[in-house]
């Protein structure tokens, strides 16, 4: 049913029908730029980067735990503003895309938690390291798995969507409380601050690494979070005509 | 305030003749609050130490017990439809209904605390900065945690889903509190943390109650 | 440019390899799954989905 609007064009693709098509067009070029990125920043990681005078090494890590906690903070920010506009305008493509976007961002929750920790385990002896950073990170990571078990708890799927958006908002409100309290207990406990962001002399070259791999780490978010979207909305949809044309011809 | 007010005394009323699940939420913070000297041991000066951080996990483990009833009972009879349908404003309601939860499972909370932290061997300066630290930050859970009830109201496995919702949204509340204490006993003073508390119970009252009703009518639909 | 002296240099990371390719590959690992599990995701769907309209 495709309704004749004087609103933007684009608005065409607020419906999941017309956006199927288009997210599959779409994902193999993010897929492609996430590769490539993905080899410029190793390239520049392991091959231009110069080693640290302090960490030797092992510093590296920072290529992969900093675009991952990067990525699990902007992923949550597009989860909750997509929940929002779901809630706000009752589309139902908006809630699919939240859905689609939250595994993806606990999953970099977990990976910068586990690579923080394979990185502070060599420089600071502590598998786990309760500095702001981390912590908060812990915290958003429960944040995520809220989200998911909520949204798995609630069979209706309108209720689905629109509970975890009122969870996605009042979590993103909260998250810049919760890191203010975090750093705030943080400094209180631990005087001389072992800061895992501490990089006082970051060479231009590492800068550059980590601004590449946090480049792919998008692109793969997006790549990975439109399939997941398809999926969504083939679950959601299967009742609807065009599905099964679309299924036919897949 | 008058519609606050007529949900307050219902609640009170439903719950005086329903004694039991209150004195229990009560019993559940002594018993946790106990449970940590048999674990960690009984060395007065660790115990000084861990004193506030135990009291305050407790008093939020306490709290979360209480929720799951907060809109349950009257989901199950109808009267929550009733409410949201009535020419009384929701949100107010809600609010009213909020209200007599802190007043049955935070205020006693805040009232047993020093008795407890006796046991831990804080010093009445202490124990003055917990309660009013507990005064402010109760309300915070009740209102934060209404939020999670609403949205998992009706939900199965609500009570522990509710958890996990809730309890990463008490963190603030927690470091302050206990915070608070912990400044209070290394001589700097609480007014900065016990500010704080102050602001986030204020962002709490204007905030929660209107996220409650918003999830509430989700849940109701 | 090639700070590394020998291949094996490269794989020893100055001692931290573990640590480095342990977190390396544990990104590539997850990257690697959740693709995976997606297409997985979608081929059955499209059974299903395939099932369903034949029924």
Redo the contacts between chains.
Sequence with gaps: MMEKTSASPWMRYASPATFYPLAGKLQPWFAGLAALLTIAGLWIGFFVAPTDATQGEGYRIIFVHVPASWMSMVIYCAMAFWAGIGLAFNTRLSSMMASALAPTGAIFALLSLVTGSLWGKPMWGTWWVWDARLTSELILFFLYLGFLALQAAIEDPKRADRAGAVLALVGVVNVPIIYFSVKWWNTLHQGATISMTKSPSMAMTMLWGMLLMALAFWMYSIAVALARVRNIILERERHADWVRGAVENA | MNTILVALRRDLLLAARRRSEVVTALFFFVVVVSLFPLGIGPEPAMLRRIGPGVLWVAALLATLLGLPRLFASDHADGTLEQMALSPRPFALLVAGKIAAHWLLCGLPLVLLAPLLGLQFNLNPGELQVLMLALLLGTPVLSLIGAIGAALTLGVRGGGTLLALLVLPLYVPTLIFGAGAVEAQSAGLGSSAQLSILGALLALAVFFAPWATTAALRIAIE | ????NSVGD?FA????A???W???G??AL??LV??LL?RQ??AE??RS??D??EA
């Design positions: 440019m090639m700070q590394w490269f990371m100055g001692g931290y573990f640590y480095v342990g977190s390396f544990a990104c997850a990257m959740e693709s997606l995701q979608r769907l499209l989905l395939k369903q309209h």
